[in-house]
Each structure stands twice: as C-alpha cells, then as structure tokens.
C-alpha cells in the first residue's frame, strides 16, 4: 500500500511545464535549420506536443487516467523526434553534406543535447514522483534513491521535487553517472543507459566537428 506524502505544488509543475515548452522550442528550432534533421510530419508533431502539453495544462489532476496516458504519450513522441534528430544529425556530421553547414549541425547537436536532458528529467520525475500526472508523491513506490532520503534525521521531511530530477539528468548527460541519486529499478537503469548513450555519442560528434572546423 503505497503512503501518499503531498500533491504537487504549483511552482513544480510551472517549472516542468516550462522547460517542456523549451524541449519543444529546441524541437522546432531544429525542424528550422534544415528538413533533412527531422523525420516525418515534423509540424504535425510539434501541434501534437503542444496540444498535449496544453492539455496537461488546462485539466485538473480529476482526471488522473488522462493526465498520465498523455503524459507518457507526449514523453515518448518527443523523445522519439529527439532521437531521430540525433541520428540524422550525426549522419551528417559523418558522412558530410553540402546541404548543411557546420556551424548548423553543432546548433542541432546542441539543441538535442538539451533536448535530451529535459526529457529525461521529465522521465525521471514521471516514473519516482509526480510527474506531469500531477499526482502526490509515494516514499513507498520510488525509482531513485537520493542522498536526502538515506538522512532521514537531518531531512525528516525532504522529498524530491522537479529541479532534483533535472539536476539528476544534467549530471547523468556530462558525467554520464548520477551525482546524488541511485537507481533502483530496472526501468530507472535503463532510462538512464540510454540518456548517457545518447549523450556519450552526442557530445563526441560535437568535439569531433568542432575540431574539424576550427581546425
């Protein structure tokens, strides 16, 4: 039987509702370089992110069976376009095109790049705590053990918000490990294997393509 703590407040779900928005800006930013860095109807994804993110926005946590199938809905298309972004871009950076600039390409590099880290953080705080559902946080159902919760006497009543699982994805993408945090479970490790794989080959095609044009 899980122990509900305390709803989401207000302030948490503005700031995850921001950078949301900045993922899709990111997103959008990319689709503008060039076509050939995004996969399919790019516009028809976008509206579809908007739409849902706008969704998330306007109803009320009421409606709970909504609210967390378009939550994992909205995660799962943008982390897709991202990733689908990063593998043409790194197509480009490999194997060279005259349609795209250098300097373009480390734009998009580093739009996925943040891309990337706002989604998983997204991720993060979706499967351990609230979410964008807006549900109240469980001690007893978590995915990430933080350095908080092992000092249970000097944090008697800490509990992980937002800016924690963003901090968390911000660490794992550049030391590709968790600076504060354990995972605990299997979906937990295998989100954040791929956000570091990802990463990984991302920041190395980026100093690979900077060397080669500053070079």
Not at 96 to 122: D, K, P
Not at 133 to 152: I, V
């Amino acid at each position: 039987m899980n122990m509900k703590i305390s709803p989401i407040g207000r302030g948490e779900l503005f700031q995850a509702q921001l950078v949301l928005f900045v993922a899709i800006g990111l997103q959008i930013a990319v689709s503008l370089i060039s076509e050939h860095l995004t996969f399919g109807p790019q516009y028809l994804i976008i509206a579809t992110e908007i739409a849902l993110a706008v969704s998330l926005g306007l109803t009320t946590s009421n409606h709970g069976k909504f609210r967390r199938s378009a939550s994992i809905v909205l995660l799962g298309i943008i982390s897709l376009a991202n990733i689908s972004s990063f593998v043409l871009v790194a197509q480009s950076l490999i194997n060279g095109t005259q349609q795209i600039t250098g300097y373009e390409l480390l734009v998009s590099a580093v739009a996925i790049f943040l891309t990337n880290i706002i989604v998983f953080a997204l991720w993060y705080w979706e499967i351990d705590s609230p979410g964008l559902t807006g549900s109240k946080w469980s001690k007893h159902d978590k995915d990430f053990q933080f350095t908080q919760q092992d000092l249970e006497k000097d944090f008697p009543y800490w509990q992980p918000k937002f800016i924690d699982y963003l901090y968390l994805s911000s660490t794992n993408a550049i030391n590709f490990a968790a600076a504060d945090a354990k995972p605990l479970t299997h979906q937990a490790k295998g989100l954040m294997g791929t956000q570091a794989l990802i990463s990984a080959f991302t920041l190395a095609l980026v100093v690979a393509r900077s060397v080669n044009i500053l070079g």
